[in-house]
């Protein structure tokens, strides 16, 4: 069992950044795979970003390509999501997900309680 909770939201003007993270506790955090989903009112969740057990290997929606970054710091539990030149679209839901590698809601069993984004233009 891993419990998520997700940080680091809030409110922010157009091109600005926020850097959210994501603590895991429970055991077994470096052998998940963490993901990165976004809901925006009326919307489907979507994935925004995952990252390997290792940190090694990282995917991206073609959405947040060359703006966000993720990483992780397996000693510390903890999976964050680097958001720069963010756009009013990015508005949303933030949430971290962990369980096997994959793009797809399905492919992870852990999900945190999620963090609000806002981006005004």
């Known amino acids: 069992q891993v419990q998520l909770g997700e940080s680091g939201g809030g409110f922010v003007q157009a091109g600005g950044s926020l850097r959210l993270s994501c603590a895991a506790s429970?055991?077994?955090?470096?052998?998940?795979?963490m993901g990165w989903f976004r809901q925006a009112p009326g919307k489907e969740r979507e994935f925004v970003s995952a990252i390997s057990y290792s940190g090694v290997s990282t995917y991206y929606a073609d959405s947040v390509k060359g703006r966000f970054t993720i990483s992780r710091d397996n000693a510390k539990n903890t999976v964050y999501l680097q958001m720069n030149s963010l756009k009013p679209d990015d508005t949303a839901v933030y949430y971290c997900a962990a369980g096997r590698w994959g793009t797809d809601p399905d492919d992870f069993d852990y999900w945190g309680q999620g963090t609000q984004v806002t981006v005004s233009s």
């Open positions: 429970g055991r077994l955090f470096s052998s998940y795979a």
